[in-house]
């Protein structure tokens, strides 16, 4: 027997960044990214977790399948990526990030969970695995609410 079609889709990408060297100018990019994809991410009810490590970006996004797709497209457009790769495109049966949009960059609090997930050498060499992308959205999502005294998730 088949299984049942839904129209609740996640896609995971990487990118490479088109980010200034200047910290306070990267910085600033960054906030604006954010800005944007809150606004936009609403709208469209669509939620995802970006991934920031060196001048890469990984995402998961997640929603309808129209609304995924003309973000997707969204993203591939920006001037801020470049060389935009979908890791994973499929069919999921509930959401499992909270946010419209959340981000992380390597810090001294997530570096443990950066370093478990060993995306750079993968991103590197543009071979990100899916798995290792959506592991460590889902760590990074867990650590930032178990920091806001939540311990479990119900969506």
Known sequence: M?????SL?????????????EPAK???Q?????????????????TSFLVIEGNFACQVIEG???????????????SLHRDVQISEWREIAKREFVH??????RTAGNDTLFAKANLLPMLQRGTPKASAIHGL??????DAMSRQGIDHLFI
């Open 137 to 142: 959205c889902l760590s990074l999502q867990s």
């Open 64 to 78: 309808e399948r129209s609304s995924v797709h003309e973000t997707f497209d969204r993203v591939s457009a920006d």
């Open 2 to 6: 088949r299984a049942k079609r839904t």
């Open 9 to 21: 889709v996640h896609i995971i990408y990487f990118s490479r960044l088109n980010l200034s060297s």
């Open 30 to 46: 960054i906030n604006e990214i954010g800005r944007t994809a809150q606004k936009k991410n609403e709208f469209a009810v669509i």
């Open 26 to 28: 990267r910085s600033e």
């Open 100 to 105: 419209s949009f959340k981000s992380a960059q």
